[in-house]
């Protein structure tokens, strides 16, 4: 799960648009799922959104995940957004 906050809602969830975009030519045999508001919206004054990436295989995400977040580093430069990347995630939020 790729989770994206910001103070303005949009932010985030261009983001997390941005990194779908990203992953799309390279998800082969992942699921993007997303990005769509957290159950828990907004809390401390920041908007959150995240974007779930599904396998059946854990094969195919581990393939996908360092290729993926190089790119998102290098071309997701927005400051105003704060992301993070959880493997197995326990819940949403």
Same mark, same amino acid.
């Given at each position: 799960?790729? !989770?994206?906050?910001?103070? /303005? ?8 648009? &941005?990194? !779908?975009?990203?992953?799309?030519? /390279?998800?082969?045999? /992942? ?6 508001? &957290? ?12 974007? %779930? %990436?599904? &396998? ?7 393939? %996908? ?7 998102? !580093? ?7 957004? !704060?992301?993070? %990347?959880?493997?197995?995630? /326990?819940?949403?939020?």
């Amino acid at each position: 799960m790729l !989770r994206a906050e910001a103070a /303005i809602a949009e932010q985030a969830t261009a983001f997390l648009r &941005a990194a !779908r975009a990203l992953a799309e030519p /390279i998800a082969d045999g /992942i699921e993007l799922l997303g990005p769509a508001p &957290a159950p828990m919206e907004r809390r401390a004054g920041r908007y959150r959104a995240h974007l %779930l %990436l599904q &396998a059946a295989r854990r094969q195919d995400l581990h393939r %996908l995940l360092e290729p993926w977040t190089a790119r998102l !580093r290098a071309e997701c430069t927005d400051r105003r957004v !704060r992301w993070s %990347l959880d493997v197995d995630p /326990i819940g949403l939020y």
